[in-house]
């Protein structure tokens, strides 16, 4: 079994940045797909990013692209969202997920305000 669970989330002025962090316990952390999604107030979840084992790819949804960035580190078993240029759209819990096939695993959630 993976427990997941991000931090790094918090009040920010627009165009601002945010680093979250999601830290896994598991066997075989570097095997997994990681991935983020949120959730705004009133809307449904939605994907924001993902990568790979060995951070080989990744795949941003169009509405972050050119602002955050997904990366991984095996050997501290954490995946991090580097949010940069943050806009009041933003504003959402975030989530981490991992699996092989699919998302099996999720976290808490992490709150991310970003302020106009």
């Known amino acids: 079994q993976v427990q997941l669970v991000e931090s790094g989330g918090g009040l920010v002025q627009a165009g601002g940045s945010l680093r979250l962090s999601c830290a896994a316990s598991g066997r075989t952390f570097s095997t997994y797909t990681m991935g983020w999604f949120r959730q705004a107030p009133g809307k449904e979840r939605e994907f924001v990013a993902r990568i790979n084992m060995n951070a080989g790819n990744t795949y941003y949804a169009d509405s972050v692209k050119g602002r955050f960035t997904i990366s991984r580190d095996n050997g501290k078993n954490t995946v991090y969202l580097q949010m940069n240029s943050l806009k009041p759209e933003d504003t959402a819990v975030y989530y981490c997920?991992?699996?092989?096939?699919?998302?099996?695993?999720w976290g808490q959630g992490t709150q991310v305000t970003v302020s106009s």
């Open positions: 997920a991992a699996g092989l096939n699919q998302y099996d695993y």
